[in-house]
């Protein structure tokens, strides 16, 4: 099993930043893929940005020039810089992880982000 705890969320201005940081524990050394999902009020959960062991990463169109997400992998950590934040990233984050048989999740940070 795997622990994820993702920390940083808050309320910040319109054109603020924040910088969300997960931390894993447990069975960490079959992890591939890490990353964020966010899911605003009334809405699904969809990919913000992921990273993989390797380095390879991807963000969503309305994240990309604003978000940066990074990969400590001795410490085991993911975070997610968020420059330029608007109302409409307006969410609940949640860490994602996942090895060759399962998906791990945390339990989410909110984001508030006012105009």
């Known amino acids: 099993q795997v622990q994820l705890v993702e920390s940083g969320g808050g309320l910040v201005q319109a054109g603020g930043s924040l910088r969300l940081s997960c931390a894993a524990s447990?069975?960490?050394?079959?992890?591939?893929?890490m990353g964020w999902y966010r899911q605003g009020p009334g809405k699904r959960r969809w990919l913000v940005a992921v990273?993989?062991?390797?380095?390879?990463?991807n963000y969503a169109d309305s994240v990309k020039g604003r978000f940066t997400i990074s990969r400590d992998n001795a410490k085991n950590m993911v975070y997610l810089q968020m420059n330029s934040l608007q109302p409409e990233d307006t969410a609940v984050y949640y860490c994602?992880?996942?090895?060759?048989?399962?998906?791990?999740w945390g339990k989410g940070t909110l984001v508030t982000v006012s105009s």
């Open positions: 447990g069975s960490i050394f079959g992890l591939n893929a």
């Open positions: 994602h992880a996942e090895d060759a048989l399962h998906d791990y």
């Open positions: 990273i993989t062991t390797g380095g390879t990463i």
